[in-house]
């Protein structure tokens, strides 16, 4: 079973749970440009942040991966360049944004947000927003960021083989 959530912040908060059947294996649909990359050190500290909140609630800390970043980064740069702050802005879902990026999703979520500058207050804005909290407390194992200007995406997702294994 695959699953994901969304959550937003800045105007309103929504929190979106849905449960969608498996589907076959998505190909390799990684695009011939190279995987994108937000700022290593600002990365490195918002992975901090999310470990330290994760630890603190007694949940395993979360591993940065590189195609969620690289999906993550590209929506930032959307996001920013059209000043829209929805989770589908560019017409895409974060599943499909996900799989374009050549990874196989079972659980995913989001989180977006904008108007911040610094690491720290990004985190303390979602971890203030319920459903952005629900995201970063999540069961997901992965995360990769999005940063660009002030605008800033968290991708949470663990891979289907690794939710496949937990039904067995």
Do not use: C
């Not at 011939?32 to 942040?49: D, W």
């Not at 203030?128 to 999540?138: A, C, F, K, P, Q």
């Amino acid at each position: 079973m695959r699953n994901y959530t969304l959550a937003l912040f800045y105007l309103v908060p929504i929190n979106v749970s849905v449960a969608v059947p498996p589907k076959e294996k998505p190909e390799a649909t990684t695009s011939e440009t190279p995987l994108a990359s937000p700022p290593k050190e600002t990365a490195a500290e918002l992975l901090r942040l999310h470990n330290s909140v994760r630890t603190e609630a007694g949940k395993p800390e979360l591993r940065l991966n590189e195609r969620l970043s690289s999906a993550a980064q590209r929506f930032a740069e959307f996001l920013s360049k059209a000043r829209k702050y929805e989770h589908d802005a560019d017409g895409r879902t974060p599943a499909a944004r996900i799989e374009a990026e050549g990874y196989d999703w079972g659980t995913w979520s989001e989180n977006i947000g904008w108007g911040t500058k610094e690491p720290a207050d990004v985190m303390r804005t979602w971890i203030n927003s319920e459903g952005h909290r629900v995201n970063i407390l999540g069961e997901e194992k992965e995360v990769g960021f999005g940063i660009s200007k002030d605008v800033w995406v968290a991708v949470f997702a663990t891979q289907l083989k690794e939710v496949d294994k937990k039904g067995e």
